[in-house]
């Protein structure tokens, strides 16, 4: 069974970057996407982009757009999300999901990684 | 762009209460409708898929359905371990969209 694992928590300052990973482990990439996700203090989910490993193809929400690349190794069934000047908004839990096409669902979620956005 | 507008915000009910949120969307989305629930400090799960697939393990006091714009997910007996937050997700071509969640309380 195929488990997302998601890497430790972040501090930044404000306009830094940061770059999460998400290893897919006990399998390996199919033709599913992989997603991620976040949830900001107080907010709720917000979709943030997507990947399909086996093509390198990317989608972002327009929101994100310019300011997040997500990409993936696929020797390491590793998937990236960086997000560049960050602000103290950007502060959230941010996940990494897998989101199978046959079925239209995210069924497999990572643990979660926490941003913290402060100077 | 299609939007998901989802209701109620919160709800306050009690254990054996039926529940019911609402996902309505902008235009006709086809079912491409799945819904989860997440708890505090949890990743979410996936609860429906396709509007009214239930995923596997999911306890079958969940239901989902609809059409066209109008999409619902139903708790037919709540139950202790169901106090949580719940969103809707619209699939649209490459684009993914969450309503903005409903907050489900014990009364």
């Known amino acids: 069974q195929v488990q997302l694992v998601q890497s430790g928590a972040e501090m930044k300052k404000p306009g830094s970057s940061v770059r999460l990973s998400c290893r897919a482990s006990?399998?390996?990439?199919?033709?599913?996407?992989i997603c991620w996700v976040r949830r900001a203090p107080g907010k709720g989910l917000e979709w943030m982009g997507r990947i399909v490993p086996i093509l390198g193809t990317a989608n972002y929400a327009q929101s994100f757009q310019g300011r997040v690349t997500i990409t993936a190794d696929q020797s390491t069934s590793t998937t990236y999300m960086q997000m560049t000047n960050l602000r103290s908004e950007d502060t959230a839990v941010y996940y990494c999901?897998?989101?199978?096409?046959?079925?239209?669902?995210?069924?497999?979620w990572g643990q979660g990684t926490t941003v913290t956005v402060s100077s | 762009d299609v939007q998901m507008t989802q209701f109620p915000s919160s709800l306050s009910a009690s254990v054996g209460d039926r529940v019911t949120i609402t996902c309505r969307a902008s235009?006709?989305?086809?079912?491409?409708v799945s819904w989860y629930q997440q708890k505090p400090g949890e990743a979410p799960k996936l609860l429906i898929s396709?509007?009214?697939m239930v995923a596997s393990g999911v306890p079958s006091r969940f239901s989902g359905s609809g059409s066209g714009t109008h999409y619902t997910l139903t708790i037919s007996s709540l139950q202790p371990d169901d106090f949580a937050a719940y969103y809707c997700?619209?699939?649209?071509?490459?684009?993914?969209?969450f309503g903005q969640g409903t907050l489900v309380e014990l009364k």
């Open positions: 235009e006709s989305v086809s079912r491409w």
């Open positions: 997700l619209l699939y649209v071509s490459h684009s993914r969209t």
């Open positions: 396709k509007a009214s």
């Open positions: 006990g399998g390996s990439f199919s033709s599913d996407a």
């Open positions: 999901a897998r989101d199978v096409s046959s079925v239209l669902g995210f069924d497999i």
